[in-house]
């Protein structure tokens, strides 16, 4: 793979003053894997200050973006919601529906400008794997990208397009932090090299 712009976002996010360290951890560790492969690099904390027009800038230069957050109730936390609604709405990200006067019914989501980008998503979860892909478990076999579809669509919106996502399972409950970094960088390797 010729080299690309990374951008990622981070959203490891404090609440009641803990929460974070997991995907800062995976977010430095995807930092490194991919300067190492000869990419460049940039990191977003959504959890902190941030300027609207520098994040325009980030993700206009930007190849591919790499969402990193936790799972929260069944979403990314509040945080990343607040980074799309004022950062995705902005000229040069957004584009149109796709719609037109004369077949309204029609096109819609198709009038996404950054064609020429992709995404990947990559989450950590306080549940099983079997929770995600098993039929009659809590998410009904839907795995993670069934689960993040509101996420995939807004980047779809803007016209990018999907990398295979990763995930990691019972990180507090049943954690193995060498094991998920270790899928994490091959993943980043398989996909990035």
Not at 3 to 17: E, H
Request: aromatic share 12%; glycine share 10%; hydrophobic share 35%.
């Amino acid at each position: 793979m010729s080299k690309k712009n990374i951008l990622i976002l981070d959203c490891g996010t404090k609440n009641f003053g803990v929460g974070g360290k997991i995907n800062h951890r995976l977010s430095d560790l995807a930092m490194k894997v991919l300067t190492k492969l000869g990419h460049s690099v940039q990191i977003t904390f959504v959890d902190s200050a941030w300027e609207i027009p520098e994040e325009v800038d980030k993700i206009k230069k930007a190849d591919v973006i790499i969402v990193q957050t936790p799972g929260w109730w069944m979403s990314p936390p509040w945080t990343f919601k607040k980074y799309e609604d004022q950062v995705f709405v902005q000229p040069g990200i957004c584009g149109t529906d796709g719609r037109h006067e004369e077949t309204p019914e029609d096109g819609y989501g198709t009038g996404g400008i950054l064609k020429d980008k992709k995404y990947m998503l990559s989450s950590t979860w306080n549940a099983p794997k079997t929770a995600f892909d098993r039929k009659g478990d809590f998410f009904e076999g839907q795995g993670i990208d069934g689960v993040f579809l509101p996420v995939h669509k807004a980047f779809q919106f803007l016209g990018m397009k999907p990398m295979p996502s990763f995930m990691c399972n019972d990180v507090i409950k049943n954690p193995d932090p060498k094991k998920d970094d270790k899928r994490w960088e091959e993943h980043l390797k398989k996909y990035f090299s």
